[in-house]
Each structure stands twice: as structure tokens, then as C-alpha cells.
């Protein structure tokens, strides 16, 4: 019996342009996170891309049977949205310009398969051991915006308010977070319309489980509670709004919202 023990989505702005999605059904729970758009671009103009693959995506779940396997999910939302770059004739556009495709991490929980399936930038917890499954190139970016803003600041050019406003560190990663669209599918797997680097995706095995955390990276340090994650998000921030010292990431917690990112985080009893 599969049931739910705490669970919390919010965008980091606080409204509905949140670009995280939460899937509960009898047979899977899922976290989606859309990707950051890295242009104007938009394939459906009344949303960004990342939330209108996390839509997308959140309805073929709500559809699946329960017997689904992670590689026949992976090929049908796939297939999903190729058919729409087919039905606009934006297939070639979306092949030459990654970078416009709508984009997004998955998390799924199977009951059926007794999996979690881990496709892009995701993290879990089940019964207490972590789990994550990063971009490689994110990392070498945060760093990099890292040693950037620390320049800044120790020069006086910018102080911590005024990137707030204005992160003109993330700037100087502009090159290298286009690169990692470049790299979608080819070093790591996402769901984007191409074929599912499927040696990217991360399948744990949950028959012996009794709990299972699944969550967005929008939580820096993953709790065993929600109010635990919560609360270590809060410290965080606090300390480092510029997101630049023990934590780096290639964005900061902006003046006016809530938080960096987007964050989901669903606790599961199995």
C-alpha cells in the first residue's frame, strides 16, 4: 500500500509560473522539473518551455499502465513531443537549436516495477540513502560563476544587493549553459523530443523500501522531512543568497522571490 506521508511544490517566484510538477496516481509518483529556458523562445507562447514539457509529460504519466517499464515511458514521452515538432514542421529548427527545445528532468516512482527511475537532474532518498543524478557540465558552471562573482565583490564592483537584482555572474557562464543543451541526450539524459540517453538514466531497485523521498534540485540538501529540507534551504539562503560559497549552483536566490528555484519534495511510505 502506497501511501503519502508529506509533500510540498513551489515555484520560486511563489505563483503559477511554477515550472516543477507533482504526479500522484495509484501506481507512480513523479517529480518533473522543467528546464530553465536559456532563450526568449517559446514553443507555446502562453508558457515557458520547461513547463510546458513538465505539462506534457505530467499527462502521459497520469495515462501509463502500471506496468510501464522505464524504457517504454522514456520512448513514449519522447515520442510525445516529437510528434508536436513534427506537427508545427519545427523538427529540423529543434534539431539545429537545442537550446529551443522544451525541456525537463524527471523522477518516477513505480509501484508496479518496484523502481525509481532517475531521467536528468533529480535526487531521492530511500530509506535514508541518497541518490542523485547531475549534469555533468553543471558543476564546472557553478564554479565558474562562482569565481566570477567573488571577483566582483572583492573588487567593489558589485556587492551582494546588487547581484540580487542583477546576477551578472551567471553572465559569464552564458556559453557554458548553452553548451549543456548541446550536450542533452549525448552525456546526459533528459526528456526533449530526441532519444533518451538511456545510460543516463539511474533504475534503483525499491522491493525492499518502506520509504521513498523524491525531489527536485531546487533542495539543496535533501531531509528526511519536508520541514527539515525547508529549513535547510532557509539557513542557506540566509548565509549565502549569492548561492557562490558551500553550495554553488549557477543562478542566486533574486530580490522578491522565494527561493533560487523551483523545489518539489514528496515523501512516500511503501
Known amino acids: 500500500m502506497m501511501r503519502i506521508l508529506e509533500s510540498n511544490i513551489t515555484g520560486k517566484a511563489g505563483d503559477d509560473a511554477c515550472e516543477d ?11 518533473i522539473d522543467g528546464s530553465t529556458s536559456k532563450t526568449p523562445y517559446r514553443f507555446d507562447s502562453s508558457m515557458s518551455n520547461g513547463r510546458f514539457a513538465m505539462t506534457l509529460v505530467s499527462e502521459h504519466i497520469r495515462s501509463m499502465s502500471p506496468v510501464t517499464t522505464v524504457e517504454e515511458f522514456c520512448e513514449a514521452a519522447t515520442a510525445r513531443l516529437r510528434r508536436l515538432y513534427e506537427e508545427h514542421h519545427l523538427e529540423e529548427e529543434m534539431a539545429a537549436r537545442p537550446d529551443h527545445r522544451p525541456t525537463c528532468s524527471v523522477i518516477v516512482y513505480s509501484r508496479g516495477r518496484e523502481e525509481v527511475w532517475m531521467i536528468g537532474d533529480c535526487q531521492c532518498l530511500i530509506d535514508g540513502r541518497y541518490y542523485d543524478n547531475p549534469k555533468p557540465i553543471e558543476e564546472e558552471n557553478a564554479e565558474k560563476r562562482s569565481r566570477r562573482i567573488h571577483q566582483l565583490l ?37 526528456i ?19 520509504e521513498i523521498i523524491l525531489a527536485s534540485d531546487g533542495y539543496p540538501y535533501l531531509k528526511p522531512t519536508l520541514a527539515e529540507s525547508e529549513e535547510a534551504l532557509r539557513q542557506l539562503l540566509e548565509r549565502d543568497a549569492l548561492l557562490i560559497n558551500d553550495f554553488k549552483a549557477t543562478k542566486a536566490w533574486m530580490e522578491g522571490r522565494e527561493s533560487f528555484d523551483d523545489r518539489t519534495y514528496v515523501r512516500v511510505g511503501v
Open 21 to 31: 510538477g507533482l504526479v500522484i496516481t495509484p501506481d507512480f509518483v513523479a517529480v
Open 154 to 190: 572583492a573588487s567593489g564592483e558589485a556587492d551582494v544587493a546588487s547581484l540580487r537584482r542583477d546576477d551578472i555572474g551567471r553572465q559569464a557562464i552564458q556559453e557554458g549553459l548553452f553548451e549543456a543543451t548541446r550536450q542533452q541526450n549525448k552525456t546526459f539524459a533528459v
Open 192 to 210: 526533449d523530443g530526441t532519444a533518451v540517453l538511456m545510460s543516463g538514466v539511474k533504475i534503483i531497485k525499491t522491493s525492499e523500501a518502506k
